[in-house]
């Protein structure tokens, strides 16, 4: 009821405004039949977005309000540590058994998602905690770059970039929930969501097999089964994600899992057992196809390939399916050849991509959306590069000259020029007098 008496005086306050403007037309010349019928259908349009946007969000709440939420049995909490953070060592009577490694899982504990100060050069970087969690938050600084670069821009319009990216509060807020709200929808395939969060009160286990942790044994879980539903939670309790003392990044790596599912998470991975956090704490490339996709496949070409030969049947890989809505870039010194990445992943929908030279991760963007679209726009164009690093405290821009080849030798070049290599073969790349660090 206060949602819908709010909604009436928002209604009187529109009402009074339109017919203020309404007057003041007729001030300066009558108004035809036909302006005063337009502008009587104007207002109802308006009026009818905002019952309906009151409609929606009311319906949302109940839905959530009558949704219950259920604690993790030990069995899934097993699962769980298996999939995020086990590794094969042994044998039980079952046949199988899987030691944590207390490293990688102390790496995540602890760590919520923060920005830099509001209104610095960097405002619009989350920071990393530590270099085993870097990968995660770059996938997420990815989304979130999307929400502070495009969400709130039509088509075709010109930004102010240095506002944009000296951001507030109140934007770093918005664009993390919306960053949160996307990644978790796709995970569940669109069809659902899983939100993992951690109450006081936990369940500890006797099981030799289970350790308690001080965040696993703890978790709640939400099912949600809309969009909205899922923005309204995360909103509602996004403190659980950003304050210190509390393990969001945790939380989030496990609501992501948990919206795949366990089958769904095998199949992608054609079966294997791999954790999706490394022995050494990083993330595992199926990881970050996950994030980026919704999908954990550390194929990264385009759609399936079947390999076999005359003796064996062939089998197929799954690569990225559809185009991604942010891109990924690949490059690794190695005699082994280069990694290949599909286009999908090369020419996202949106000009930003997460890069991972030699294992070490980064963000490659530009706030033109033309750039994906036009290829004109791609004879000389910048990049911002942010990667969190602490040795980087102003805005890296590189400007990218295709129309002028660079003949340098791989071996001549930084890891960061060689994988943008990967994309614009042999363009020149000028780090505009910062020393490459990358």
């Known amino acids: ?194 939100l993992c969060l951690a109450h006081s009160e936990g369940n500890s286990s006797d099981d030799p097999q289970y350790m308690n942790d001080g965040c696993t044994e703890k978790i709640v879980v939400f099912q949600l089964g809309s969009y909205e539903e899922v923005k309204y939670t995360i909103k509602k309790y996004l403190f659980e994600m950003v304050t210190e003392g509390h393990h969001g990044m945790l939380l989030f790596l496990y ?30 490339p199926c990881l970050v196809t996950l994030l980026l996709t919704g999908r954990a496949t550390h194929h990264l070409h385009n759609g399936i390939i079947y390999e076999g030969d005359e003796n064996t049947m062939a089998r197929p890989k799954t690569g990225i399916l559809q185009r991604a809505e942010v891109g990924l870039l690949v490059w690794k010194r190695q005699d082994g050849g280069p990694v290949v990445v599909g286009s999908r992943l090369k020419t996202p929908s949106l000009p930003i991509w997460v890069t991972r030279c030699n294992d070490a991760y980064g963000i490659l963007f530009n706030p033109n959306r033309d750039l994906i679209r036009d290829y004109h726009a791609e004879n000389r164009f910048d990049l911002y590069y942010y990667s969190s690093n602490s040795s980087q405290n102003a805005t890296t821009i590189l400007t990218i000259d295709t129309r002028s080849p660079s003949f340098r030798e791989e071996y001549q070049l930084s890891p960061l020029e060689n994988l943008i290599h990967t994309k614009w073969m042999d363009a020149e790349v000028n780090w505009n007098g910062t020393a490459p660090y990358v």
């Open 1 to 194: 009821m206060k949602a819908m008496a709010a909604a009436g005086g928002f209604q009187d306050s529109v009402k009074r405004v339109m017919t203020a403007r309404t007057l003041g037309k007729k001030t300066e010349a009558p108004a035809t039949h036909e302006e005063e019928d337009e502008s009587k259908s104007e207002r109802r349009r308006c009026f009818q977005k905002v019952v309906k946007k009151v409609v929606q969000t009311q319906n949302t709440v109940n839905n959530v309000s009558r949704r219950p939420h259920t604690r993790l049995v030990p069995q899934q909490k097993q699962i769980m540590y298996k999939t995020c953070f086990h590794s094969r060592s042994g044998a039980d009577n079952s046949g199988n058994c899987y030691d944590i490694h207390p490293f990688s899982l102390g790496e995540w504990l602890d760590h919520p998602f923060t920005f830099y100060d509001a209104g610095t050069a960097q405002a619009y970087g989350l920071r990393v905690p530590n270099s085993s969690t870097k990968g995660f938050v770059m996938c997420v600084q990815a989304f979130v770059l999307k929400h502070l670069l495009f969400s709130s821009r039509k088509l075709g319009a010109v930004a102010d970039v240095p506002k944009l990216l000296r951001t507030t509060r109140a934007a770093q807020v918005e664009a993390l929930l919306g960053a949160l709200s996307d990644m978790l929808w796709t995970a569940g395939g669109r069809q659902g969501a899983v």
């Open 255 to 284: 609501s992501i899992v948990l919206s795949r599912t366990f089958p769904a998470l095998q199949e992608d991975m054609s079966g294997e057992t791999h954790p999706l956090i490394q022995t050494n704490g990083s993330i595992h």
